[in-house]
């Protein structure tokens, strides 16, 4: 479970973000750090049971808390957040990865799915959407995964893609650049003894998922 103070830093930080107010609270974050570290430490033990992550450590999955605001209009120098991507790897994979966005205000959330495809990718998507759509189908409309895990989200066409009538069966589905899911937790869910629990029923539900477009984009044999 995470400890309230995880949250409560969260919460000043967004207050005061900038280089001073973190500076004199490195103690804190110090602290708060190691535990969202002993929650992804948890994670890493429980996902392997379901998904080969051979060594990945913590380190491995952790984002840096630090922005990237060269080419940002908003210059505050932090996340406001802890993020952790769960992988062979950690957050460097390359697939479609589990993961965990730890945020107050009931703004955490389990998410995965395809987030920014590359063309090629998004090609090979379509294709198995156009040639075979039911076995997608049956993974996101089963009815406990669409409860757990109610909208498909991302980013969609405004009209049928290149080469695809608009009058497709699987229009809806072909339309997505994105493709995703996510499961967001309250304050209290994240706090209780029950949120890495939940957040496993999340990953074994979503898993086939992540399967799914993981064989499609990297392991699917050419031209079949």
Same mark, same amino acid.
């Given at each position: 479970?995470?400890?309230?103070?995880?949250?409560?830093?969260?919460?000043?930080?967004?207050?005061?973000?900038?280089?001073?107010?973190?500076?004199?609270?490195?103690?804190?974050?110090?602290?708060?750090?190691?535990?969202?570290e002993?929650?992804?430490?948890?994670?890493?033990?429980?996902?392997?049971?379901?998904?080969?992550?051979?060594?990945?450590?913590?380190?491995?999955?952790?984002?840096?808390?630090?922005?990237?605001?060269?080419?940002?209009?908003?210059?505050s120098?932090?996340?406001?957040?802890?993020?952790?991507?769960?992988?062979?790897?950690?957050?460097? &994979?390359?697939?479609?990865?589990?993961?965990?966005?730890?945020?107050?205000?009931?703004?955490?959330?389990?998410?995965?799915?395809?987030?920014?495809?590359?063309?090629?990718?998004?090609?090979?998507?379509?294709?198995?959407?156009?040639?075979n759509?039911?076995?997608?189908?049956?993974?996101?409309?089963?009815?406990?995964?669409?409860?757990?895990?109610?909208?498909?989200?991302?980013?969609?066409?405004?009209?049928?893609?290149?080469?695809?009538?608009?009058?497709?069966?699987?229009?809806?589905?072909?339309?997505?650049?994105?493709?995703?899911?996510?499961?967001?937790?309250?304050?209290?869910?994240?706090? &209780?003894?029950?949120?890495?629990?939940?957040?496993?029923?999340?990953?074994?539900?979503?898993?086939?998922?992540?399967?799914?477009?993981?064989?499609?984009?990297?392991?699917?044999?050419?031209?079949?």
């Amino acid at each position: 479970m995470v400890h309230p103070t995880t949250l409560e830093f969260l919460r000043d930080l967004a207050q005061n973000n900038n280089r001073d107010w973190f500076h004199e609270n490195k103690k804190r974050y110090a602290t708060v750090k190691g535990d969202f570290e002993n929650v992804v430490s948890t994670l890493l033990v429980e996902i392997n049971k379901v998904q080969e992550l051979g060594a990945t450590q913590p380190k491995d999955c952790i984002f840096r808390i630090n922005r990237d605001i060269r080419f940002s209009k908003d210059k505050s120098p932090y996340k406001q957040w802890f993020s952790a991507a769960f992988g062979l790897g950690g957050r460097h &994979s390359g697939k479609v990865d589990f993961y965990i966005h730890l945020q107050p205000g009931n703004e955490t959330f389990l998410g995965a799915g395809m987030w920014s495809p590359t063309p090629p990718q998004l090609a090979k998507y379509r294709q198995e959407v156009d040639y075979n759509a039911e076995e997608l189908k049956t993974i996101i409309h089963l009815p406990e995964f669409r409860g757990f895990f109610p909208e498909i989200q991302g980013e969609t066409t405004k009209t049928a893609p290149r080469g695809y009538p608009k009058d497709h069966p699987e229009i809806e589905l072909l339309r997505h650049k994105q493709l995703f899911f996510s499961h967001y937790f309250t304050d209290h869910e994240v706090l &209780s003894e029950n949120f890495v629990p939940t957040i496993m029923k999340g990953v074994v539900l979503i898993k086939p998922f992540c399967d799914f477009l993981n064989y499609i984009f990297f392991d699917e044999p050419e031209g079949v």
